[in-house]
């Protein structure tokens, strides 16, 4: 099962990207609540070559990293990659007329419900959204 999550960004499509991409960016938007932190973010945007970021919460209690292979890099409008569990996710970027609309395509696990892996990474795209907007 694919689930889609989407947002337009009103900043500039060059600004979108490089938060995206970018661990200093990364660290701060990466969480879908604030109960969670992003301590660290590392990104090796190559073919082949993937990403880790870490999440934590913020009492300690718990945290896992989060990482993935990159399958297609289109610069400025799409990214795709395999996680380590082996399910896929696209992300594209559209340069609109109201801003840099972001969407994510990815395939649903199974210990989480659909509507509570769609609710908890659309809350990290609206993180996302706000961070790129306030900076």
């Known amino acids: 099962m694919k689930i889609v999550i989407n947002a337009v960004v009103n900043s500039p499509l060059n600004a979108v990207w490089n938060a995206w991409v970018s661990p200093e960016h990364i660290t701060q938007w990466n969480y879908a609540n604030e109960e969670w932190i992003c301590p660290k973010a590392s990104i ?7 990403f880790n970021y870490r999440m934590e919460a913020k009492d300690g209690s718990m945290g896992f990293d989060f ?69």
């Open 44 to 50: 090796e945007l190559k073919l082949q070559e993937g």
């Open 67 to 135: 990482r993935g292979i990159f399958t297609n890099i289109i610069i400025h409008q799409e990214i795709e990659y395999t996680l380590e569990d082996g399910r896929k996710v696209t992300t594209t970027f559209v340069d609109t007329d109201q801003g840099v609309q972001v969407e994510q395509r990815f395939d649903a696990e199974n210990e989480h419900s659909a509507k509570q892996q769609e609710q908890g990474w659309q809350a990290i795209l609206n993180n996302f959204k706000h961070h790129v907007e306030e900076n």
